[in-house]
């Protein structure tokens, strides 16, 4: 999950590479576990539906990060379910925020998602989390009702987005 503050979101884009990548990885593996403790401090445990490092290098996943000068920036993966791709692990570090990695990281996994022929993107994401919350609405995102395994939480806000062939 990603969050701007105002002051961030006048400064310059960089220039980043996303690629796939281990989420084994040292640089990506800090900024999984700064997003695990920020979702553990802001929504109680039953509510955190985080993938943990070991789940990430699953089959199934396909792990990115955005890198530039060799730095870690952000991380995203995409969850390949039953006739629909998941955005998971989208965050990026409190530094480059406002500057352009998650729209990259969201960019990379929808096209990931459409090589694979998925017929759409589905999310869940923090109700007080309000910068990703913009972030998938500018990108087109829709609310949608809980799907897969996810109750129904008051913290969580579900969307979905088609993806055009």
């Known amino acids: 999950m990603t969050a701007q503050s105002p002051e961030t979101r006048s400064t310059p884009a960089l220039s980043v590479a996303v690629a796939r990548d281990d989420p084994r990885d040292p640089g990506a593996t ?3 576990r700064a997003s695990h403790a920020l979702m553990e401090s802001l929504f109680p445990p039953e509510e955190n539906f985080h993938l943990d490092i070991d789940a990430l290098c699953a089959p199934d996943i396909r792990f990115f990060t955005a890198r530039a000068a060799g730095s870690v920036l952000g991380t995203g993966a995409l969850a390949i379910r039953d006739g629909y791709g998941e955005v998971k692990s989208m965050f990026v570090d409190e530094a480059a925020r406002g500057r352009g990695v998650a729209e ?3 960019r990379r996994i929808e096209d990931e ?3 694979l022929a998925l017929p759409c993107l589905r999310l869940e994401t923090g109700i ?3 910068a990703a919350l913009r972030l998938y609405r500018r990108h087109g995102f829709e609310h949608c009702r809980a799907f897969g395994d996810y109750p129904d939480s008051a913290s969580s ?3 979905e987005k088609p ?3």
């Open 128 to 130: 007080s989390l309000h």
């Open 163 to 165: 993806l055009a062939p």
């Open 157 to 159: 806000i579900f969307m």
């Open 113 to 115: 998602a459409r090589t």
């Open 104 to 106: 990259a990281i969201l």
């Open 30 to 32: 800090a900024l999984l």
